[in-house]
């Protein structure tokens, strides 16, 4: 008897360790697939170099990581110079902390050859009156590499006038 009720021993005693395990591993791999969810939204303007405080440059920005993958739409409009108009289809995200770059390919445009190109832009969401953008980067390989584009924040930082953006990450 006391072999049969030492084996039962050892049997429970691995049973509650492979269910302690089990238990152990299902949080990990919880976590691990509920990654959070991104995003960039809001729009204003933009001045250039010679008058960064000035508004030239009108912007939209529409940008959503989600379980479908990104999606979204960036829009730059430039009253004086319909030239540099374009609107695109955001295809990357890149949020860190307030930081984000928006890229994504060119799908009208008003500068010949510019539709099928990429294009990145930057955000800081620096809180009501302080957000600021990056120049906007366009005709620039397809697809774009938003992690590789953290060097627009390197670049002059526009203020963002009369409007707002918010990044989420």
Known sequence: MPSSASSQMKGLFASLCILAFALALVPAVSSGAAA???SVTGSGWRGNIST?????????????SGP????????????????????????????????????????????????????AVGFIDGGSGSDRQTFTDVEIAAPVDCAAEQSLFTLMLFPVLNGNVVVNG
Do not use: K, M, W
């Open 52 to 64: 960064p405080t000035t508004p030239i440059h009108h912007f939209v920005v529409s940008a959503h």
């Open 68 to 119: 479908e993958g990104v999606s979204g739409i960036y829009s730059l409009s430039s009253p004086a110079n319909p030239l540099l108009d374009f609107t695109g289809r955001v295809t990357c995200l890149d949020v860190v902390g307030d930081h984000a770059i928006v890229g994504g390919v060119v799908t009208g445009g008003g500068e010949p050859g510019q539709i099928g190109t990429g294009f």
């Open 36 to 38: 959070p969810f991104t």
